[in-house]
């Protein structure tokens, strides 16, 4: 059901900056039905701000956007799993089907401390753009629990995997809706909630992604989102003539994504300065060799990791970002966590001679932080598009498993570039088309694309 138009008087502040009248009812509709859950609220207005112009040329896709910013369906659950006190603690699971008008529901599971339904409401959100700007066909979605896998034994993450499973396999199928990992969901994670999806429905299927080699898992999805965000900023750097040789490059975080959107821009001739994780970050000034990031790889191969054990470089501890090192930058990629680069980190990187940005997490950067990196002319690639690569393997991991093929990692990772590539020729074509940056017209192609197939698809 789509939100009712809601009084646009009482949110100016959360409607600052927008100027259609149409659209201005519809995001104070969603406001007042959801008027806590901050992050997605943010969600929608990011998304909804750069479609004004569309809404403008095409009026009656403004009722698209009012079926979208509320999911088809959203779960909540409890998961109760033993410690290895013996003692019964409770968490509680999400899945949120925001959109199969394009597909079956796809979009990772995140479990970390602190995750909520505005959370994974913003995260589904996100992902119903993404996914449609691939042109693959997939729907959106997103889950996860507030269960934090570190310091957890690795039996207590499988029994809680175990519980997790038990109640998700209801609502999920390769057909259906077909999870992958996130923050805080590895390979470790995958495998016991695949194990025991098979254990309860009694089939083998594609219903997760991700999945180990060994059981029907590609090759390159560990390093997909990572290797994607490079291709992305290859292909744009080709576009203005450029390429990323001897390009000097700060990313943040320190797991998958970050690891090895590292390795591939070393592969490329770049030179990465700086890693970080949620206690500090380590700077190398001639930038990190292939056998630096393998060893950040394996301090991070099990939750309790932290760079602080990372010999070589300089540590810098107490949460210090590593946009704050004090060194020519070319490109930053934030890679961790939303909201991990404000307005002031901005500033410091712009400060540092920093022109282009390309998001490996999902919405990293505050809309304060995007603002000035406008300003400043900073190409600014939002995580909806330059991220795709995740998703984007993971689609290809299904279509392997539905027809018994395993192609080679040379195969997968061509397909990939090519995807990637295909992406950021989408979100350019729509910049090109309503005079807008490269950001907003991956918000326009994307929309445009689940726009048509909702209108087509009826009141459902």
Sequence with gaps: ????????????EY?????????????????????????FLSA???VAKSLEPVFDKKPELLKALEVLCEPERQITFRVPWIDD?????????????????????KGGLRFREGVNLSIIKFLGFEQTFKNAITSLPMGSAKGGSDFEPKGKSSSEVQRFCQSFMTELHKYI????DTPAGDIGVGPTEIGYLFGQYKRIAGVWNAALTGKGLGFGGSFIRPEATGYGVVFFAEAALKDRDDDLKDKRCVVSGSGNVASYCAMMLLRKG??????????GYVYVEDG??????????EIKSNHNGSLEDFDGGKYVGDRAKPWEIDTEVDMAFPCATQNEVDEEDAKQLTQHGCKFLFEGANMPCTSSAVEHFEKEGVLYAPGKASNAG?????????????????????????KLEEIMKGVYESAKSAAEEYDTNLAAGANIAGFLKVADAVMAEGAV
């Design 390 to 414: 995740g998703v984007a393997v993971s689609w290809l991991e299904m279509v392997q498993n539905r027809s018994g093929l395993s192609w080679e990692e040379e195969e997968v990772e061509s």
């Design 44 to 46: 929608v207005h990011e």
């Design 173 to 176: 199928g390769d057909r259906r």
């Design 15 to 39: 409607l600052k900056g927008i100027k259609h009248d149409g659209l201005r009812a519809v995001l104070a509709g969603v406001a007042d039905r959801d008027p806590d859950q901050q992050e």
């Design 1 to 12: 059901m789509a939100p009712k138009k809601g009084d646009d008087t009482k949110h100016d």
């Design 288 to 297: 990190l060799t292939e056998d630096q990031l393998k060893q950040v790889l």
């Design 85 to 105: 006190k013996g003692e019964v603690q409770v968490n509680r699971g999400f899945r949120v089907q925001f959109s199969s008008a394009l597909g079956p529901y």
């Design 270 to 279: 770049a030179k990465v300065l700086a890693l970080s994780d949620s206690k």
